[in-house]
């Protein structure tokens, strides 16, 4: 069964959240859409502000009811979840849809060991002893790859490295085999080492389970390791999408130009100092009517200042006024040939 083929296990439709300041409501995020097969890879990617976090923890239901608007329809093996009671989305998430959080320490309670915090995960979704649980959460820690998972069951998450930590969550995440893993930034806070040990982990996770993920990241080189989609967002909206192949040999929007040109090359001379995209992403509040990038590119043109028209190329797609013809010739000035070759 070819990708495209397999059943369709996430559904995102026009997913938009805001939240309520002395201003009013601010939108975060605006107008999301993708979807997810089973047992594929999607990678979110952009800058700290994008909205990555904010789309993926709200069509989870984690997050304040009386201070956030989220609208749109998402639906999970074909049911629809948005509007899901709190009762009924508890019982999803840990069982169907399992959470990697990009802070292993602060997603652990430091006052009980690990073991106790997995096999209590697994008795709350299922019908299990609690000495059976315990053997469960250490099987687990051994799957995950921690060298003595014995020892390690019984370990405070202050007794353990960084990596080991995020090994536990990871195990947390699978404790009830979900159908869906969503990792938020997995390998943020870790050594290059221990990040390369962290993605190969996720690979045969998906592999022996069968699990598809959704990876949010800021790194375009864990992107192209790892991922078979990849969905670009920028200032709370989806500016490019399409397959990673298709996206890194000719990407359309000149934010991902910006983002494959921050990465350090490999070959040729040493630069004197790397790329980087001008400015900062703007907050909520100063995300302008139009194209969000546009106060940041060097393409930017009076057009950009309404919402920028839909582009398709096969089944790439970006939000962009620069059209088929003249594309190649800007995205050379950006980012050269050679780079994306």
Not at 73 to 96: N, Q, T
Request: charged share 20%; with cysteine.
């Amino acid at each position: 069964m070819s990708p495209t083929d397999k059943p369709i296990l996430l559904d995102v439709d026009g997913l938009s959240v805001s939240f309520a300041t002395d201003r009013g409501m601010v939108p975060a995020v605006r107008d999301v859409s993708f979807r997810v097969r089973e047992g594929e890879i999607l990678s979110i990617v952009g800058e700290s502000g994008s909205g990555k976090s904010v789309t993926l923890l709200s069509l989870l239901g984690l997050h304040d009811a009386k201070t956030t608007r989220v609208d749109g329809a998402v639906s999970f093996k074909g049911r629809p979840i948005l509007d899901l009671p709190a009762s009924r989305m508890r019982a999803i998430r840990g069982r169907e849809i399992g959470l990697i959080s990009q802070d292993p320490m602060t997603a652990l309670t430091p006052v009980y060991t690990i073991g106790w915090q997995i096999a209590e995960q697994i008795r709350a979704h299922e019908a299990i002893s609690a000495r059976a649980a315990r053997r469960r959460a250490i099987e687990l820690l051994g799957e995950v790859g921690l060298s003595n998972p014995g020892e390690a069951v019984d370990r405070y998450p202050h007794q353990l490295s960084g990596g080991m930590r995020q090994r536990a969550v990871i195990a947390m995440a699978l404790s009830c085999n979900p159908a869906l893993l969503v990792a938020d930034e997995p390998t943020t806070a870790l050594d290059v080492t221990v990040q390369a040990q962290v993605l190969d982990l996720l690979l045969r996770l998906r592999k022996d389970f069968g699990s598809a993920i959704i990876l949010i990241t800021h790194d375009m080189g864990v992107v192209a390791e790892v991922a078979e989609q990849v969905a670009v967002m920028y200032a709370g909206r989806i500016v490019e999408r399409g397959r990673t192949e298709d996206v890194f040999a000719a990407p359309l929007h000149p934010y991902t130009w910006g983002l494959m040109a921050s990465i350090p090359p490999l070959t040729g001379a040493r630069l004197d100092k790397l790329r980087s995209i001008p400015g900062m992403p703007p907050s909520p509040e100063t995300i302008p009517a139009g194209c969000g990038f546009a106060p940041r590119c060097a393409f930017a043109r009076s057009a950009c200042a309404e919402r920028p028209p839909l582009q398709k190329v096969g089944d790439q797609t970006a939000l962009c006024v620069i059209g088929d013809d003249e594309r190649p010739a800007l995205r050379q000035t950006a980012l050269p040939l050679e780079e994306i070759a």
